[in-house]
């Protein structure tokens, strides 16, 4: 047997008194307290001073305010399929998708693009469901982590203001990709052996 | 011209019997926290009449043992039942009218004993240093008896109360 | 200030009882106030964080050293704290009791200021038949006990007139807590009194003037820790801070309440730390006496030293009572009454026991 039973030994009725515990856990605490008392915090690295003058270095991968991006065309890539107002926890989307006649859209073989996109940064809690359920990778969690506004209306970002602020995402451009072998494919290649 | 005493007492034994009124029969809301709330503030005013009469452990005990544990655990209760049901109940004729005749009966024994009893001559001379001490004598040698009693009835109280709790585990 | 010698003595008695009044209430306040400040810096660096640190009025930017030396410590931050509960929202829900969520605040914190006033918080100042007590009561612990046990009172309302599930759990739990712990408190006292025969706080006091070995912490340990545990339980402190534990019940009974109201219950639950600070003070360490011992005094100066004594002992105990809300977890419920009703009640009994037999064995 690879499992081996280990005997807990009972406490003793000193240990059990919680008095050991306690005076364990003061000494710890102190420690902290004059350590940071004197100035050496362990933490964090404050040599360069504190959070509003001297800027946080955002991590990658952080999970900021999802905001719109573009290809690297410079087109709209949402689709206004949606599926981000439904999976959004607390509702924070809202697209108004367009009529049966549509807009036009800024880019060749896009069914639908939304005619307003907003978003409730007041609502919105950044967990990122949006982005993981796009399948056009058309929204993305970028750094913006210190979102302020004077009224509730401000803190409503309409599509433009997404689109601006996203940028351009230069990863991958799916429907740039699907044209070129779609029309790869009119050419039928053929295969030498 | 009264003096302070005087008007303290007035005061003091006015709020007392408003209180009082309003805890068992308060016109504006039928809400059981409200009146237990009404309770307390009787109990207060009480309270105050010992300080009145010089007797500051009976006050302290008073405020103590009524308004702070008593009337707390009534407290307990009363958010633990429905309230609203409380609120809807309407007055039991007959338990008025027994209510009543309880009241009638305990104000005719108040006024018997008052209507006999001589007037003391005053109490100043009965003003002890610690109050405390001569109460404890009190208890622990003419009161003796009563004393021990009570502390046989509290302890059926509790022994009930174990047993009741403790019903279901045969 | 010759006028007052000339004065007649009822007016001159309610003339120092106000100032003694006034002093103790600003004292109090401004007492609660830096607690509050010690309470955030110290939890910053337990921590290892910086804690309160910028908040400055414009003039301090002028001063040399001095100036970002206080900033840093936070010394201004407790007025901006002040300001901000004032210019805060005072926002009522719709679906409150009215009445008892205006009044609730305000019956959680006028008894804890209360109990200040039966402590001797000195010895005397100048004119020897001046002590510094507010009221010196012969049942002065009595009228402590009576006072604090009606502090539960706003908790308990604060809960029902919030007519929402988590503040009244907050409420419920509280009723509970608070009369359990009074009974333990209650009981680890009465064996402090068995030897000292008084129940007035400053016969308590001159009991252990002797100097430190007179101290009563070292005649009545076990009454002095039964009575520090039950202190923190009935100020609603960590470990014992069911009633508005954040983890499960949002705030507990403060969770619908927000600008002066909050301010209210936060005052209410510092003023109660200070009032036990001082409670403890005043029965376990000697009081105002200092460590050497020392009669009343006789001078001015000597009066007030025996003043910053007693202020440094009470600071001692509220670090603590801020020191170990960051090291030990909550206490579960059933832990909680366990500790209360099964280790403590009994063993403040057997206290009271093992301390008359010792009394009555030597008092012969």
């Not at chain 2, 009976?58 to 407290?75: K, N």
């Not at chain 2, 609203?84 to 309880?102: C, S, Y």
């Not at chain 3, 301090?60 to 509960?85: E, S």
Request: proline share 6%.
């Amino acid at each position: 047997m690879s499992t081996k039973v280990v005997d807990r030994t009972p406490l003793t009725f000193y240990e059990r008194s919680y008095l050991p515990a306690i005076l364990s856990g003061l000494k710890v605490t102190a420690r902290h307290f004059l350590r940071s008392a004197k100035g050496h915090n362990t933490a964090t690295d404050l040599s360069q001073g504190y959070y509003p003058e001297v800027p946080w270095t955002v991590a990658e991968g952080y999970r900021g305010a999802p905001y719109l991006v573009r290809d690297q065309e410079g087109h709209t890539k949402c689709v206004s399929c949606q599926l981000c107002e439904f999976i959004c926890p607390p509702k924070a989307i809202k697209i108004t998708p367009p009529g049966p006649e549509g807009i036009p859209s800024d880019r060749a073989n896009a069914e639908k693009m939304p005619r307003e996109f907003e978003i409730n940064m007041l609502r919105c809690i950044f967990c990122g469901m949006c982005q993981e359920v796009c399948p056009e990778e058309a929204i993305f969690l970028q750094k913006d982590y210190s979102l302020t506004g004077t009224s509730r209306e401000e803190m409503i970002y309409n599509k433009e203001k997404l689109l601006s602020l996203g940028g351009t995402h230069a990863g991958i451009q799916k429907w740039k990709h699907k044209l070129e072998s779609a029309q790869h494919q009119e050419v039928f290649p053929v295969k030498t052996h | 011209m009264p003096t302070l005493p005087d008007l303290l007492f007035y005061a003091l034994a006015g709020f007392t019997l408003l209180f009082g009124f309003l805890c068992v029969a308060n016109p504006f809301s039928r809400n059981p926290v409200t009146s237990a709330m009404f309770l307390v503030l009787t109990i207060i005013s009480m309270a105050g009449l010992f300080v009145l009469l010089q007797a500051f452990f009976l006050a302290a005990v008073q405020v103590l043992v009524y308004a702070g544990a008593v009337m707390v655990l009534f407290l307990f209760v009363i958010m633990l039942l429905d309230i609203k049901e409380e609120e809807r109940r309407r007055l039991n004729k007959a338990a008025l009218g027994i209510g009543g005749v309880a009241v009638l009966a305990i104000a005719g024994l108040l006024v018997r004993a008052l209507v006999q009893a001589t007037p003391l001559a005053s109490a100043a001379g009965q003003r002890a240093e610690g109050s405390t001490k001569p109460l404890g004598r009190l208890l622990f040698t003419e009161y003796l008896l009563p004393f021990e009693i009570l502390s046989v009835l509290l302890l059926v109280a509790m022994v009930g109360v174990i047993l009741l709790s403790k019903k279901e585990m045969k | 200030m010759d006028f007052i010698r000339y004065l007649d003595p009822t007016v001159q008695f309610m003339l120092f009882s106000a100032v003694k009044i006034v002093l103790v209430f600003a004292v109090a306040m401004t007492g609660v106030a830096y607690a509050v400040l010690v309470e955030r810096k110290v939890s910053a660096w337990i921590q290892d964080r910086v804690g309160p640190n910028r908040a400055a009025p414009f003039f301090v930017h002028y001063l040399p050293v001095v100036g970002p030396f206080l900033t840093k410590l936070g010394i201004f931050q407790p007025m901006a704290d002040g300001l901000k509960f004032i210019l805060k929202e005072d926002f009522t829900p719709s679906y409150v009791r009215k009445i008892y969520f205006w009044i609730a605040p305000a019956i959680s914190c006028v008894p804890a200021l209360m109990t200040l006033a039966v402590i001797p918080f000195g010895s005397t100042l100048g004119n020897a038949n001046n002590p510094m007590v507010i009221a010196d009561l012969n049942v002065g612990i009595l009228y402590t006990f009576g006072i604090v046990s009606l502090g539960v009172y706003g908790i308990v309302l604060a809960g029902y007139a919030s007519n929402s599930k988590y503040p009244f759990l907050g409420g419920i739990r509280s009723s509970a807590q608070m009369i359990s712990y009074e009974i333990a408190m209650g009981m680890s006292v009465v064996s402090v009194f068995l030897v000292v025969g008084d129940l007035n706080l400053s016969k308590v006091v001159a009991y252990q003037s002797g100097g430190i070995h007179e101290w009563l912490i070292f005649k009545q340990p076990l009454a002095f820790f039964i009575f520090l545990v039950s202190a923190f339980a009935e100020t609603n402190r960590l470990p014992f801070d069911l009633p508005e534990s954040e983890t499960e019940l949002v705030g507990g009974y403060h969770t619908e309440y927000s600008s002066m109201k909050f301010a209210l219950f936060f005052l209410g639950e510092y003023a109660a730390m200070i009032g036990a600070s001082a409670m403890m003070v005043t029965l376990f360490l000697g009081g105002w006496t200092p460590i050497w011992g020392g009669a009343p005094a006789s001078s001015l100066l000597v009066g007030l030293s025996h003043i910053v004594w007693f202020l440094a002992k009470l600071g001692f105990f509220m670090v603590l009572f801020i020191w170990v809300r960051w090291m030990l977890p909550r206490f579960r419920y059933d832990q909680l009454m366990n500790l209360g009703w099964r280790r403590f009640i009994p063993l403040a009994l057997v206290n009271i026991i093992i301390t008359a037999g010792l009394i009555a064995l030597t008092h012969k």
